[in-house]
Nanobody, 126 residues
């Protein structure tokens, strides 16, 4: 049974940091690129970052470049999203997802992903 379980969300002040974690099971983790999406309240879900299978290549949403870092630990079947200098507009439900391939091809499109987690909430206060 495939599972992606996110954790690490919570309430943080603007300018603060959070690290999200995603634990994967039920599939061969290092065969897949991994991504993070987010969905702010009342808005559409958008891709935030993607890491290739080895963790050596990554793509980012322009608005998070320089603030967010995606990383992965294939030995632990985990992917992380380090979020620094958080802004009010970063508040959202964050989802991790496994791509359909080992690389981040068309990484910002939802149909490039095969498995999805249930999400973790990030709230940013002023």
């Amino acid at each position: 049974q495939v599972q992606l379980v996110e954790s690490g969300g919570g309430l943080v002040q603007a300018g603060g940091s959070l690290r999200l974690s995603c634990t994967a099971s039920g599939f061969v983790f290092d065969d897949y690129g991994m991504g993070w999406f987010r969905q702010p309240p009342g808005k559409e879900r958008e891709a935030v970052a993607c890491s290739d299978w080895l963790g050596t290549g990554a793509d980012y949403l322009d608005s998070v470049k320089g603030r967010f870092t995606i990383s992965r630990d294939n030995a632990k079947n985990m992917v992380y999203l380090q979020m620094n200098s958080l802004k009010l507009e970063d508040a959202a439900t964050y989802y991790c997802a496994a791509t359909t391939r080992w690389a981040c091809v068309n990484w910002n499109q939802e149909d490039s992903y095969k498995y999805w987690g249930q999400g973790t909430q990030v709230t940013v206060s002023a």
